[in-house]
């Protein structure tokens, strides 16, 4: 789930006219996240400093680009609205309304307070006072979720994640928050099976420096969701400085954590009014840790 570029909306040529953006590639512009990422990361290198401030916001914080205004977005990036409008163009869109369509397509549903939640529970038209009805409801989710992932994760993906977590002696676990429960799972379940690991706990606030001493030879698996632990984001970022390979669970190719990761894999979990289990991505730690038990013993 990014450094922020030293402003230049200031800078003006002698004639007085503002530099703008590098040509458009050719072709259409990308339709989903995946696409739309690596389009990104291909012009990157030829955009001013101006867009390459947006591309870094934008990468960080893909809900606030899909469900923002224009005038709140630029606020929060930074910049002139203008400069979102030639981002957009610079990546082939004929404004920015169109570009935001792409993150509105694929952004995850706004993540409510407790209050609004119960709100929601508490809807008339719901039995929401009957705890069976309220299961039934919440193992509906886990379903839809586990059909999703089912249906989506590239399996050319979860490949790779399997092999590098092969080649690392030691599988050091990162999870905060909601995410911290698959960590934990993962650390009971690769020990069981007999395959070293190390469960990032935070016990004192360590964990920087526990981060800070994995060596290349080792690996990182690393999970996080909307909204994003901050502290996941930043030490996976640590790891990856000191070139230790990082495996991701997360739930979109905006997530910051895709900026870290040598691998990783999407899973996003549908929910019952804001309510997410992890249903699929238990699923899905599972197979990593059974795949792996596999190949090792082979």
């Not at 990546?91 to 709100?119: C, K, N």
């Not at 909204?227 to 930043?234: F, G, S």
């Amino acid at each position: 789930m990014a450094a922020v570029n030293t402003a230049t909306a200031h800078a003006r040529t002698t004639a007085g006219a503002v530099p703008t953006a590098a040509p458009a590639e050719v072709g259409a512009p990308p339709r989903d996240l995946k696409s739309l990422r690596a389009r990104i990361d291909a012009r990157r290198p030829t955009l001013p400093k101006r867009l390459v401030q947006v591309t870094e916001f934008a990468l960080a914080h893909p809900q606030d680009i899909a469900f923002g205004t224009v005038a709140s977005i630029a606020l929060k990036a930074h910049v002139q609205p203008s400069t979102l409008v030639r981002f957009a163009q610079a990546l082939g869109y004929s404004g920015f309304s169109e570009l935001q369509a792409v993150f509105r397509a694929h952004a995850r549903i706004r993540w409510q307070d407790y209050d609004e939640r119960f709100e929601a529970l508490h809807d008339p038209g719901a039995s929401s006072d009957d705890p069976a009805g309220l299961l039934r409801s919440f193992m509906h989710a886990a379903m839809v979720s586990i059909q999703q992932a089912a249906e989506t994760l590239d399996g050319e993906s979860l490949a790779t994640a399997v092999d590098l977590l092969d080649r690392a002696e030691t599988i050091h676990l990162l999870g905060a928050r909601r995410s911290f429960p698959v960590a934990a799972y993962l650390a009971y379940t690769l020990r069981s099976l007999g395959i070293r690991c190390e469960l990032v706990d935070q016990v004192a606030g360590l964990a920087p420096e526990q981060i800070g001493l994995i060596p290349q030879r080792d690996a990182l698996l690393a999970v996080s969701f909307t909204p994003y632990a901050r502290a996941t984001v930043e030490w996976a970022a640590i790891a990856a400085r000191h070139q230790v390979p990082v495996v991701a669970i997360t739930d979109s190719p905006f997530s910051p954590l895709v900026q870290s990761a040598t691998a990783w894999l999407e899973v996003a979990e549908a929910d019952h009014a804001g309510f997410r289990s992890l249903a699929a991505t238990m699923s899905l730690a599972t197979t990593l840790a059974v795949a792996l038990a596999q190949r090792r013993r082979k």
